[in-house]
């Protein structure tokens, strides 16, 4: 299924662009992104929890890149 949409550029041409080409739905399992389900015990859980807040929050450290300069 290909949806094609008319879009304007930043110049003013007209072009054509490939639209959405997902079919929508919902996930069939509800535990589904759960992740406490993957982890086996406390220690587990603690290693994942640090890490994701060292990755988010971290001074040195932004998103999954590394960066000299602050943004």
């Known amino acids: 299924?290909?949806?094609?949409?008319?879009?304007?550029?930043?110049?003013?041409v007209k072009v054509e662009?490939?639209?959405p080409?997902?079919?929508p739905g919902k996930p069939a399992d509800k535990e589904e992104g759960n992740w406490r389900r993957k982890?086996?015990?406390?220690?587990?859980m603690l290693?994942?929890?640090?890490?994701?807040e060292r990755y988010w929050y971290s001074?040195?450290?932004?998103g999954s890149e590394?960066?000299?300069n602050p943004a």
Do not use: C, H, P, Q
């Open 1 to 12: 299924m290909e949806i094609k949409e008319e879009k304007t550029r930043f110049d003013g």
């Open 17 to 19: 662009v490939l639209g």
């Open 21 to 23: 080409t997902y079919e």
């Open 39 to 44: 982890l086996r015990n406390r220690e587990e």
């Open 47 to 52: 290693k994942y929890l640090k890490t994701s």
């Open 59 to 62: 001074a040195d450290w932004y």
């Open 66 to 68: 590394r960066r000299k």
